[in-house]
């Protein structure tokens, strides 16, 4: 997997302003799954310094459903109110575990293995605004006041501000990818952990 590849999905979760993002991947020289686990490690081992977490959601052939994300960003954002709500009513459960944020991530793995597509409250794991995301499921995804990177039910200038900062972080970051610049460079150190 080239990192231009991670960049062009990734770039606004690897720079600190973003919770979360998704990469379907497709391994056209993978044998398997083993290759695609080897790799993701790597990029573990790479980032995790910087408190980023890379993996698989779901496989399907030579393709898997690629997770980047920050836990700390992460444990902010499903622990506000609306969040904890709409998950409950998703059928999340308050994990009396060692780690709660873990057991919600498999949760959602196991929801969308079983459902075969995107549950709606995925948008939550991705860093979309509590608002957006239950605006989403109320309205069946019709209704909204505009698209970017999701569909914005609330605040429609604060969502438009964002998606213009994920673009110009995209860019950035291509840019200085393709100037020598690895990932493990590019990506900014948590400043929550």
């Known amino acids: 997997m080239s990192e231009e590849t991670i960049l062009m999905h990734c ?56 997770y980047v994300f920050r836990p ?12 904890r709500r709409i998950l409950r009513r998703c059928g999340y459960t308050p994990a009396a575990c060692r780690d709660p944020l873990n057991h919600q991530v498999m949760h959602l793995m196991r929801r969308i293995s079983e459902r075969g597509e995107f549950p709606h409250e995925i948008g939550l794991f991705l860093g979309y605004p509590a608002d957006d995301v239950e ?11 505009c698209c970017g990177f999701w569909k914005v039910y609330g605040d429609e200038e604060k969502a438009k501000e964002l998606f213009r900062r994920y673009e110009d972080c995209r860019r950035c970051c291509l840019d200085s990818c393709r100037l020598g610049m690895s990932l493990r460079q590019l990506a900014a150190a948590d400043q929550r952990a």
Not at 31 to 43: D, N, S, T, V, Y
């Open 135 to 145: 605006g989403f499921i109320e309205n069946r995804g019709k209704n909204y006041k």
């Open 72 to 83: 700390s960003c992460l444990r902010r954002d499903l622990s506000c109110t609306k969040a």
């Open 11 to 66: 770039s606004p979760v690897l720079a600190g302003i973003k919770t979360a993002n998704l990469l379907n991947y497709r391994c056209e020289s993978c044998e398997g799954r083993e290759e695609i686990l080897h790799e993701l490690k790597r990029l573990n081992l790479e980032l995790s310094e910087k408190g980023i977490r890379v993996i698989p959601l779901s496989f399907h052939g030579n393709r898997v459903l690629i």
